[in-house]
């Protein structure tokens, strides 16, 4: 693996619609693209610009995804800055997504813990990662 390798993560979702909501409102990240009807898939990719990573959901027409399978399914974003980290909580809680207490303690001493439409949890967390 090198550095100049880029992440996607990839899920499908029954919640289309507020996926899209929580993820560009209230994480602030951008659609970067999107595509219907591809073998039967539409999706949509979401992302900062020029970022390396972006998530892509899917969903297929007559096809039930269903839930999460745990509450410490997890995205972690390090914000180590106090106050970019600050205002990325209130852009969550402005758009009507409160935290929830994560599954694992240790991601609330530093950080809040928001679910998504489909249960699986982003903790924005206000420190460095250290390595």
Same mark, same amino acid.
């Given at each position: 693996m090198t *550095?100049? $390798?880029k $992440?996607?993560?990839a899920r499908p979702t029954d919640h289309w619609d507020e996926l899209l909501r929580f993820y560009r409102e209230g994480l602030g990240l951008e659609l970067l693209g999107s595509f219907e009807d591809h073998d039967g898939f539409d999706g949509m990719m979401l992302g900062a610009p020029g970022a390396p990573y972006h998530f892509e959901f899917t969903r297929q027409k007559g096809h039930t995804v269903g839930p999460? *399978?745990?509450q410490d399914n997890l995205v972690v974003f390090? $914000? *180590?800055d106090t106050a970019q980290w600050q205002v990325a909580v209130a852009r969550m809680e402005a758009?009507?997504?409160a935290p929830v207490p994560s599954y694992n303690p240790y991601w609330d001493r530093m950080g809040k813990t928001f679910e998504d439409p489909d249960g699986y949890r982003v903790v924005l967390q206000n420190a460095t990662w250290p390595r």
């Open positions: *550095p100049e $390798l $992440l996607r993560i999460a *399978p745990s390090y $914000l *180590p758009h009507g997504f």
